[in-house]
């Protein structure tokens, strides 16, 4: 892992987190920042830096992912109202963390393509 990945640290415990969801691979946490009534971090406890780098090795962890999302909308409430997950990758994207992240945000109408 380098040294200084922030969701490195989130996932060791050397930066605080309010979790959400935390699973032998994944670890799902609530964003700092939310867009949404609901926005979850949902990270490969193992380094990986964005969807750039996956290779097939890593369908395992990217299934659980999908589990931890699934599981997640289930216990915030919002696995019928409907929810957005968003991979954002590299500068036109916005991205700002270089640590595999899924978004997940819902709880309310989220209009077109985009984060809401
Ligand atoms: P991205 O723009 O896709 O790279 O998303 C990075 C996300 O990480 C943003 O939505 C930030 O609000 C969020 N974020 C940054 N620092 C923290 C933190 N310490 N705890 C929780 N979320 C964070």
Known sequence: MPDDCLFCKIVAGEIPS???LDRENVYAFRDVAPAAPVHVLVVPK????DVRDLQAA???VLIEMFQA???IAASEGIAETGYRVIFNVGRDAGQT???LH???VGGKPLGGVGPG
């Not at 193992?46 to 830096?49: D, E, S």
């Open 69 to 71: 999302a699934n599981e």
């Open 18 to 20: 309010t979790p959400v």
């Open 102 to 104: 899924m978004h997940l």
């Open 97 to 99: 963390v270089f640590h």
């Open 58 to 60: 890593d369908g395992d």
């Open 46 to 49: 193992r380094h990986i830096g």
